[in-house]
Antibody, heavy 119, light 110 residues
Framework: EVQLLESGGGLVQPGGSLRLSCAAS????????MSWVRQAPGKGLEWVSVISGDAVTTYYADSVKGRFTISRDSSKNTLYLQVNSLRAEDTAIYYC????????????WGQGTTVTVSS | QTVVTQEPSFSVSPGGTVTLTCGLSSGSVSASYYPSWYQQTPGQAPRTLIY???TRSSGVPGRFSGSILGNKAALTITGAQADDESYYYCVLCVDGGISVFGGGTKLTVL
């Protein structure tokens, strides 16, 4: 059974940084692509980024390009999202998601970690 | 800028059938966009219902089905139940690895 557990969220000032982590289990980590999806308070879901199983290829939403970096460590079965230059509009729950296929088929979701950007 | 469209709200009677749709602001949705559908109740993480247009995720009841209807992806709930009252989101793979969610549909069962 695929299981995902996010951590690393918190309160950060505008312009600050955080590294979000997602510990994965129940599958061969390096085989599957993984994504981050976020949800601002009272808003809908927003796709943020995806990384291939081999960590070679990444894609980002325009809203985070140049500020966020997705990565993964197969030795630790962990997905990361480095979030820099944070803005108030980045305040959201950040979900880690397992993909069934190369870049589509988001299927298993973590419970999320909350990032709050405020002074 | 790709915009994925969904009905903001919909209502269905208990036991009834409802079809929610997922379109593009310009163009038609086809299976090559790999549409997926998610259900979310407030305070909970999303739950996957359908991926790859019409494949039900593990444990999803058969009353949920996905398809392409005309130029849109569709999620049909047959025999709606009270606990189907939720938000429903679709996502399309629009450009290589880029995905875009629709704004979501609030489904009321009454």
């Amino acid at each position: 059974e695929v299981q995902l557990l996010e951590s690393g969220g918190g309160l950060v000032q505008p312009g600050g940084s955080l590294r979000l982590s997602c510990a994965a289990s129940g599958f061969t980590f390096s085989t599957y692509a993984m994504s981050w999806v976020r949800q601002a308070p009272g808003k809908g879901l927003e796709w943020v980024s995806v990384i291939s199983g081999d960590a070679v290829t990444t894609y980002y939403a325009d809203s985070v390009k140049g500020r966020f970096t997705i990565s993964r460590d197969s030795s630790k079965n962990t997905l990361y999202l480095q979030v820099n230059s944070l803005r108030a509009e980045d305040t959201a729950i950040y979900y880690c998601v397992w993909l069934r296929f190369h870049y589509h088929g988001m299927d298993v979701w973590g419970q999320g970690t909350t990032v709050t950007v405020s002074s | 800028q790709t915009v994925v469209t969904q009905e903001p709200s919909f209502s269905v009677s208990p036991g009834g059938t409802v079809t929610l749709t997922c379109g593009l602001s310009s163009g038609s949705v086809s299976a090559s966009y790999y549409p997926s559908w998610y259900q979310q109740t407030p305070g909970q993480a999303p739950r996957t219902l359908i991926y790859n247009t019409d494949t039900r995720s593990s444990g999803v009841p058969g009353r949920f089905s996905g398809s392409i209807l005309g130029n849109k992806a569709a999620l049909t709930i047959t025999g709606a139940q009270a606990d189907d009252e939720s938000y429903y989101y679709c996502v399309l793979c629009v450009d290589g690895g880029i995905s875009v969610f629709g704004g979501g549909t609030k489904l009321t069962v009454l």
